[in-house]
């Protein structure tokens, strides 16, 4: 058969390359997401292993990666029945020897070897019985004239082994791309940045880029390769960010909040309970300037567990109704709403401001009442978890909207917001999930954002320690302690998303085992759980609230919104099951007093490597940003194009942890662009914009807070 490729080749089908037939295509497009000649020229090795250097089996150990031995087979057996049948090998070299196992492909690699004959094998190597093992090896007759060949960095590609049963292992899709280098030229892998950032940064060219990453010829010509690639993603993700940002700030009309009025001034002269930090009045500052400017705000809000975020959203929600426009704040919870009604009730005392709650539970009556008041625009604030963007609630005029702990809505519910108005409300995100400055950079570059640093006067640090299941009696008596002084305790549980049944069960057994140490009538203790009504969890919250309780025995329901100042003691159990941010939010619960706090993570003696480290940021600091920093390390900053929040960004080589320098150098580069040049339209930018025309990429819900 004879094919044509198209003009532009990188967009030729996979199949239309020599190796690849029907069944290997839709392979690779199952697989591997290989659709295109493009798709497989961006499937980048793991790793290169220098094909003439050979391992000794014997030096091999524990912590030996992959490996390249060379030997003899000294025998060769195939055990097993059905499911469990494989075929082992054993090579021999003078220092030791090594077992290759295969599960698949049996009866192709018994034609392949022989008994006695002399082979290169090379792969992961494992330890059965304290013996070296290297399954599904790629092996390969020993030839004298290879073995003394020049050294050559052969690459080792990611696969699958449904792939590998169709002949297409890590080296078969080596050749594959081997083929499609040769049809390529730099025309097809043409410049996307701009000549003078080249010569700055002394990168290689974009196509020598791509022949080195697949092919080096050293491993400096690999590390150029990769360092031009990684700027490349990090700098078109800058790009898009700062691209949605400028528009907004160019193009969006906003609302203009003019002038400070009687609530805003009576409030801030007679009703606020504490002195404002100087991060609060930073803050205010920046939300005042954004909102008298005559563009749409979209701030992100950055403050640590307690950092007085409320105070800071009501007084701008006051200050809009200064100038005759209502106000909408949004919560993930009816707990955390109800809290935040109730502490802007007590905040605003007798101020002439008409709040209302509107959550799930919200009556027939109730919300009756509360739809017409947003109508004819009676109602200053509306505070409620995602009920109030339900189509039925209609504003007569809204201005401010805040979305409180926004990672726990989807981005696409916080777009509802929008749509509230015919000019769209300035919008606060908030979040006491601290993010890293990387993070906020890549992730947030698209909203301007706030830092609140600092602590109300009177909070003092939390101590927080790491306690074994022997323990427990101790931890057990230190509650009491605490009690006996009176205080209050926390006892929290792990939720387990694939059971609520266990889940409950856990809980419950935690519970009696409470009991047992702090039995009745002496101690009492509350309990919520995902199981119970809201109305049954608001008057267990409310018992424990005032007093009535000593202890509050839950799941992570309580994770956020709860303030209970008298409450000393968290114990977290199985504390390794939990993410940092999580066991961060559960901790602030506590120190919300003026009284020393405790928090103690009790876990078992068997913990992994990750929750060890999880453990040890925990007792070593209580700087949610220092904490955030560590879990973005762990756990990956999520794809924050799109509108998955957890897992790694979409970038192939970059790693905005590792890469924090070349990030700066990045951001630096998209602003010096763009402040010469915002429409990206002169001769020596071309390449860029040319560049993202042909990658115009996903919906942009980044542009949404």
Known sequence: MHITFSAAILNNPIEYLHGVNTIRGDMLRKELQVFTFNDLLNHFPLRHVDRTKMDKIGALTYQSDYAQVCGRITDIEVLGEKRSKRLVAHLQDESGEIELVWFQGINWIQKAIKEGGQYIAFGKVSFFMNRPQISHPEIEVYSAEKAAGKSFLEPVYPTTEKLKSKSLNGR?????????????????IPENLPEELIKKYRFISRYDAYRFIHFPPSEKHYEHAVRRIKFEELFFAQLRMNLIKSSRHRFSKGLVFDKVGDLFNSFYNQYLPFSLTNAQKRVLKEIRKDTGSGKQMNRLLQGDVGSGKTIVALMMMLLAADNGFQ?????PTEILAQQHYNSVKSLLKDLPVYVKLLTGSSSSKERREILNACETGSLHILIGTHAVIEDKVQFSNLGFAVVDEQHKFGVAQRAQLWKKNSIPPHVLVMTATPIPRTLALTAYGDLDYSVMDELPPGRQPIHTVHRLENKRPQVMDFVKEQITNQRQAYIIYPLIEESSKLDYENLMKGYEEVKSFFPEPKYWISMVHGKMSAEQKEVNMQRFAKGETNIMVSTTVIEVGVNVPNATVMVIE??????LSQLHQLRGRVGRGTEKSFCILLTGPKISNDARERLKIMTATNDGFKIAEKDLELRGPGDIEGTRQSGILNFKLANIVNDKVMLEAAKEAV???LETDPDINMAENLPVKNYLNQHK?????????
């Open 671 to 673: 602003e010096n662009l």
């Open 327 to 331: 106000s909408v704040m949004m919560a």
């Open 697 to 705: 990429g996903k919906t942009a819900w980044s542009k949404i807070s």
């Open 172 to 188: 078969a899709i080596g050749k594959l791309t081997y083929s499609l280098l040769q049809l390529i030229t730099e025309r097809d």
């Open 574 to 579: 199985s504390a390794e099951k939990f993410g």
